[in-house]
């Protein structure tokens, strides 16, 4: 019902800039929050940021002051700066619709540099 498609991945020195993008179709009008994740190998997914209908955001402490999180209808921002090797995972956009539905994305690679 909801298709998310993650784009922006790529490598960036450290104290360097990205921004993910994430195009949702289908029921996005279903919708009620959105949100980036990120997993490396042996560790269990976690939160980045997310962002609800009504625009209220949350970040994880690890970026606050460094990540931005932002929509523009179907589409889904996260701007990083300042970024540090220790961000360097797979990113995933998720949406959450009113029902309490869970859809991923398939993740784009960030790799950040030293």
């Known amino acids: 019902q909801v298709q998310l498609v993650e784009s922006g991945g790529g490598l960036v020195q450290s104290g360097g800039s990205l921004r993910l993008s994430c195009a949702a179709s289908?029921?996005?009008?279903?919708?009620?929050?959105m949100g980036w994740y990120r997993q490396v190998q042996g560790k269990q997914r976690e939160l980045v940021a997310t962002?609800?209908?009504?625009?209220t955001t949350n970040y994880a402490d690890s970026v606050k002051g460094r990540f931005t999180i932002s929509r523009d209808n179907a589409k889904l921002y996260l701007q990083m700066n300042s970024l540090k090797p220790e961000d360097t995972s797979v990113y995933y956009c998720?949406?959450?619709?009113?029902?309490?539905?869970?859809?991923w994305g398939k993740g784009t690679l960030v790799t950040v540099s030293s």
């Open positions: 962002i609800t209908n009504g625009g």
């Open positions: 289908g029921a996005v009008f279903t919708i009620n929050a």
């Open positions: 998720n949406a959450v619709t009113y029902s309490g539905r869970g859809f």
